[in-house]
């Protein structure tokens, strides 16, 4: 609670921070607004589109989009650290560099927390406001979709740590993290088999919050080989782990 506390003192009033907040969240709203105007096959999805239990899947799927917000902020507060030798000052004042990194896990962890309650709040209002079933059975189905989309976000945020740790410098970190996400890796998934790339880093982490039917859509076109959010759980924590590894020994071997 301490290293946490040090943290939220830093970060608090840092208004980049609520900045990126602020555009997470107003893009969500605005995504979940828009989304009932979608035409499919000549009608609009219309309030179906909040219908409990199914809305717990489809919410977690469009704000699975935007955990590359939470990473950009996650590289920014590690950067910072850098730019302004806050990491030397604590290891002057006495922290281990492996509680450095276990403060800024604790960041991740606070933000998982704070986006997987804000899905919560969403939830609630939009389902219990359009749908038409209020069953307990309704509102409480999916919802373990909260979890996995819990995990999918810590995934993103240390897999951000660790660019933020290895390149030091934000935009190139940011760069590179985009880059490794939405280009490097989609690369390699053309190039390996489905049985090994579905073990992938990003693909693992996708795999948490899949399109909903994706079922329907695998009879149409070539099935996409994924894991369920159930199994992919355990490799996603794996990746976790690794991820605050590799930042704990990019910052011990390297001069602050």
Known sequence: MNLLRIELHKILPYRTVWVILAIY??????????????????????????????FWLRLTYIASFFNLLFGILIIVLVSDEYSFRTLRQQVIDGLSRAELVLAKFYVVLALGVLGTVFLLLLGLYFGLLHSTDHSLSAIFGHIDALSYYFVQAVGYMTL??????????????????????KIVE??????LPDAVDKYMPMKVLG?????????MLDQLTTP??????????LPAIGYITLFCLLSYYTLKLRDL
Request: no cysteine.
């Open 186 to 191: 989609p690369l390699l998934h053309f190039r």
């Open 207 to 215: 795999s948490l919050t899949p399109m909903p039917g994706q079922q």
């Open 224 to 233: 996409t080989e994924l894991l369920s959010p159930a199994w992919a759980t």
């Open 25 to 54: 969240a107003a893009l969500l709203l605005l995504i979940l607004y828009a989304s009932s105007k979608v035409t499919i096959n000549g009608s609009e999805l219309g309030e179906k589109m909040y219908d409990l239990p199914a």
């Open 160 to 181: 951000a740590m660790l660019f933020g740790f290895l390149i030091k410098k934000s935009g190139l970190a940011i760069i590179a993290f985009m880059a490794y996400a």
